[in-house]
Every structure is written in C-alpha cells, then in structure tokens.
C-alpha cells in the first residue's frame, strides 16, 4: 500500500489585539496610504505579555485536533515550526507536548523562519510515509512583535503574531502529493536576527541589536523568482498543470509577493487565500492560519488541490500540494 499523508484537521488562532496602519504612524515617519499600497498590510494582531509561541500554538493545536476528532493522546510526534521559541531550549514543541498533557511522543522544532510550516510539514510526511508516524501535530506559532525594533519603520509595519495547526494521519488515499524544500545560507545578511547572547557581541550596536534586520528590496526580488521557480518544480513533479490547481495558499509576506506568483500560475486572486491584509506577516503561523480560515469558511473543499508556497530568513524556501 502506497501511503500518504491526509490532512485531518486545523485550527488558528490570532491574539486580541489588533495594531492598525494608524496607530504605527502616530509612532514612525509611515502612512497607512504607504503601508497598504507597498505591502497590502492594513492592521495585524499583537500578543499579550502572558502570550508566547507555545501558548498560542495550544490553543491552534486544540482547535485542529477537535476539528480532526481526536484527543491529545492520539498524536505521536509533535512538530513546531517557529523563529521565536519562548526558550532557546528546550524546544516549543515540548513546552506545546507538556501544555496538552501528553508525555513520551517525540516534540521537535525546525528553524526555517518563514517558511517553518512547510519545513515541519514536509518532515512529518516523511514520517508518515515511512511507517514511523501515524498521527502527526505540525503547528506554526510566532510572536514576531517581540523582535521587532518598533522605531524602524521598515520593519515594525510588516509583522504580526499568531499560530496555526494542522493534524496529518496516513492514510492509503492521496493527500499530501509532494514537498520541496530548499535552502541557501549564502543570503544569511538579507534577513536575520542576531543572537548576541550566544555569539559574544554587545547587543547594542546597530548589527547586533536582538531585532529583525532586513534589505526589504533584496529579499522581495529573491523571493518573486524564487517562487516562480517552486510552483514549476512542484507541478512538474506530479505531472501537473497550472489549471489543475484549484487553491493557492500562500505565505503572507507581501500582497505583491502573493500576487507575482497568482500570476505566474494565470490563477485569479479569487483562487488565492489572503489574509495579509489583517494579520501582516506571522512567519511560520501565516500558512496553516490562511489554510484554516479557507477550510473553515467552506472555501477549501475536500478532493481539491492546494498549493501551499513559502520563503524566508536563510533564505528557506518550499512548497507542498495537497489534496484535501
Ligand atoms: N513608510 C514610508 N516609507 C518607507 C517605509 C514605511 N514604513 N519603509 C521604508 N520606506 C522608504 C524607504 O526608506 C525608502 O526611502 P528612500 O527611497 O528615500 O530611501 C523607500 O520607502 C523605498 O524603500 P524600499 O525598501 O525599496 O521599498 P519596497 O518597495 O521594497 O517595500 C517592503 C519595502 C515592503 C519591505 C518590501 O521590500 C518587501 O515586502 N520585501 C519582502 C519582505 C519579505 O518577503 N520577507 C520575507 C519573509 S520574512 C521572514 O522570513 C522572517
């Protein structure tokens, strides 16, 4: 029997606290008009103080398991993509494993900045197919507000916070079809957060200070090709064609980031899920929290074919198509 893995379940959550275009530029030289037409960002969510990635990643988690029907102790591996883990260790998927009351199952995190879910996504198919797995938790949870240096306008107006859940269980049918993931440290500059604590350096110099650093324009031309190139891969792998994707589900970073690769695939944006608008960039979370707005609100339907696409700090980069 060819095993795959089928998509049981999701669940997102976003915190509270909306931070609108308006209330940034009361604090930094920017403008809502700026903001909207540059990014496609109007307002995003921001974590409160008792929040943290494994917190917001439980309730996720909860709500992708109730909608999987099954309980905490149903899931045998625990995979948590995330750049801001409350601890450099141990990792947030233990703290997640521990917060729902489970014990022994493997809990690992994996560290590919934006495109975190599609990493984690991608290794827990792996499981899957190869027997080792039968249940698997894969969740994306950030709280990006906290690295960020909320004077730097060219950063502080693109992220949000928030975690998304999805459960894989193998199945003998098609789901997931394939994943691509890649890397390439040779743009570690473009995008990164220093750790100063461990590297050494002060921290207060301009380079080192603990916040997200960025050459916006840089990472945004990368990022066009580079998805262009994941889409083709990602068909020619499975023999298919543009037209047979019904759903693109992108990750959030730039509504002209999102648009470039629609248009690459000829998909109106009606097939496109976008939330950008209302959550900003959540990094890891933005991928499983579009899937499972669209799922929940009827517009993913099972038997379609999602195409989900992700880039990010490394750069990391990488696709997965499903049947759901
Ligand atoms: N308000 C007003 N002006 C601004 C703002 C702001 N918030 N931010 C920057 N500017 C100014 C700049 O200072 C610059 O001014 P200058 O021409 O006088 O020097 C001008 O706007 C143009 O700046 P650019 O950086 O060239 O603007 P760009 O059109 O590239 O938009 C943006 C910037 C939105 C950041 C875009 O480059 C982008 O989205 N990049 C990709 C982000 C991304 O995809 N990241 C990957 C995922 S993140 C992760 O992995 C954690």
């Known amino acids: 029997m060819t095993r795959y893995s089928a998509l049981l379940g999701t ?40 929040e943290t990635a494994s917190s917001m990643g439980e309730k996720a988690s909860r709500m992708a398991l109730e909608a999987a029907g099954l309980v905490p102790e149903d899931i045998d591996l625990i995979i948590v993509g995330t750049g801001t883990p409350d601890r450099v260790f141990p990792s947030t998927a ?13 809990a ?13 996504l991608s290794v827990a198919d792996q499981y899957i197919r ?13 709280l990006n507000s906290r690295l960020l240096d909320w004077s730097d306008r060219s950063t502080c107006i ?3 916070d928030g975690a998304g859940a999805a459960v894989l269980g193998v199945s003998d049918r098609p789901g997931l079809l394939s994943t691509h993931i890649h890397s ?57 064609q543009k037209s047979d994707v019904d759903w693109l589900v992108p990750h959030q970073a730039n509504i002209r980031i999102i648009a470039a ?18 959550q900003g960039n959540t990094s890891a979370a933005s991928i499983p929290l579009a899937l499972d707005e669209a799922i929940r609100d009827g517009r993913i339907q099972r038997g379609q074919t999602v195409l989900m696409e992700a880039f990010g700090g490394g750069f990391a980069w990488g696709s997965a198509l499903l049947v759901y």
């Open 261 to 278: 690769t629609a248009k690459k695939l000829k998909m109106p944006m009606e097939q496109v899920v976008v939330t950008v608008e209302r």
């Open 158 to 160: 693109l992220f949000g």
């Open 108 to 120: 690992f995190d994996v560290q590919a900045a934006c495109s975190g879910f599609i990493f984690a």
């Open 184 to 240: 390439d440290g040779q743009y570690q500059d473009l995008l990164y957060v220093p750790n100063s604590i461990v590297t050494g350096d002060s921290g207060t110099g301009e380079d080192d200070t603990p916040y997200i650093k960025m050459q916006g324009n840089e990472v945004f031309k990368v990022a066009v090709n580079t998805l262009g190139r994941i889409v083709d891969e990602t068909l020619e792998a499975n023999g298919l």
């Open 11 to 50: 669940g997102g959550y976003l915190p509270e606290r909306i931070l609108t275009n308006e209330e940034i530029s009361r604090t930094v030289d920017t403008t809502h008009e700026w903001i909207m037409e540059r990014t496609g960002i109007a307002e995003r969510r921001i974590a409160g103080p008792g």
């Open 130 to 142: 190869a027997g080792t797995a039968r249940r698997v938790l894969v969740v994306g949870s950030e």
């Open 94 to 106: 233990c703290l997640l494993q521990h917060r729902l009351g489970i014990r022994q199952c493997a």
